[in-house]
């Protein structure tokens, strides 16, 4: 005779000691959790929370990235550039976080910049748009212009001819009168403008252009006040400066310190204005492949 076995179900599955399945889904009903749901949402809404202040923080006191939309900083910098600027040489100020919101009194860890150096600013009278020039002039500086060289404490500043500066017509670029521009043998037009190397007591040097005779190669001694900077374009002819009295859409006069927003560091990227977004291949063709990279 052969004997059978059939295996009898548990009427009741056995759990770990102390756990019990039914007790905890009634656990989380009572605490408003829906059984099975994960919390994706609110983890997404904190890592959220996370990256803006992050992301805050970073532009506000290490890097913050500008554009250049003019052409008042050629050969240095040309419309369509793109660049990092350091936060932090200068000091903070209000100025310093986005908006310019008032949380910070005055301006803390100041630092005065050296001549040479190119600045984030805003722009006064109004404050509210940021500026791109070179610092020239310190407090006690004084500053003139006579028949377009600059002259520093009554002495003049070394101005040596250098080959033309040329630069594509593009979207981005213009010249600035048809007696510069030129067309190239493979049939694009680009601007060559007049080219010359200023040296700065220290040894800072750098490019300006020069179009020719304009007023404001002529300008009366200025001296710097405390506080204060004295800030000019690398394309003397086609920028509104220092030279110039502050006034809306006009010049800056002389720049308080405390509108500093930070040092240009190096140009992270420069399109021509040629990139159609749907053209992808133009993100590439338009790129100013030579100008990445550039540093100050």
Same mark, same amino acid.
């Given at each position: 005779?052969?004997? @059978? ?22 656990? +989380?009903?009572?605490? /408003?959790?829906?059984p099975?749901?994960? +919390? ?16 805050g ?14 052409e008042?900083?050629q ?19 209000r =100025? ?5 919101l008032?949380?910070?009194p005055?301006? *803390? ?11 984030i600013?805003?722009?006064?009278p109004?404050?509210?748009?940021? =500026?791109?020039?070179?610092? *020239? ?8 212009? +006579?028949?377009?060289?600059l002259?520093?404490? /009554? ?17 981005? @670029? @213009? !010249?600035?009168?048809v ?5 190239? +043998?493979? /049939?694009?037009?680009? !601007? ?59 010049? *800056?006069?002389l ?6 927003? /930070?040092?240009?560091? *190096?140009?992270?990227?420069?399109t ?12 590439? @063709? ?8 550039g540093?100050?």
């Amino acid at each position: 005779m052969t004997a @059978t076995m059939t295996e009898t179900p548990d009427p009741a599955p056995k759990h770990p000691a102390g756990h019990d399945p039914v007790a905890a889904i009634a656990a +989380k009903v009572v605490r /408003g959790d829906q059984p099975g749901k994960p +919390k994706d949402e609110e983890n997404f809404f904190v890592f959220l929370i996370k990256l803006v202040l992050v992301v805050g923080i970073f532009r506000s006191f290490v890097f913050s990235p500008f554009n250049i939309p003019s052409e008042s900083m050629q050969p240095r910098l040309v419309n369509g550039d793109y660049l990092l600027a350091a936060k932090w040489p200068y000091g903070f100020s209000r =100025y310093s976080l986005p908006f310019s919101l008032p949380l910070i009194p005055g301006r *803390i860890l100041a630092h005065q910049p050296q001549r040479g150096d190119v600045a984030i600013f805003k722009a006064p009278p109004v404050n509210d748009l940021d =500026y791109i020039k070179r610092v *020239i002039g310190l407090p006690g500086d004084t500053v003139q212009m +006579k028949g377009g060289v600059l002259f520093l404490n /009554g002495v003049a500043v070394p101005k040596v001819r250098q080959a033309d500066f040329v630069v594509r017509v593009s979207p981005n @670029t @213009t !010249c600035h009168s048809v007696e510069f521009e030129v067309l190239e +043998k493979d /049939g694009n037009p680009t !601007c060559h403008y007049p080219q010359f190397r200023e040296t700065l007591p220290g040894g800072k040097s750098y490019n300006v252009l020069d179009f020719g005779y304009s007023p404001q190669d002529d300008t009366p001694p200025v001296v710097v006040p405390a506080g204060h900077l004295f800030l000019m374009g690398d394309n003397r002819d086609n920028s509104m400066d220092s030279r110039f009295p502050a006034m809306e859409g006009g010049g *800056i006069g002389l720049v308080p310190q405390e509108n500093l927003v /930070g040092r240009a560091t *190096i140009v992270m990227w420069s399109t021509d204005g040629g990139a159609n977004w749907f053209l992808p291949w133009t993100w590439f @063709t338009a790129a100013r492949w030579n100008r990445i990279g550039g540093t100050f």
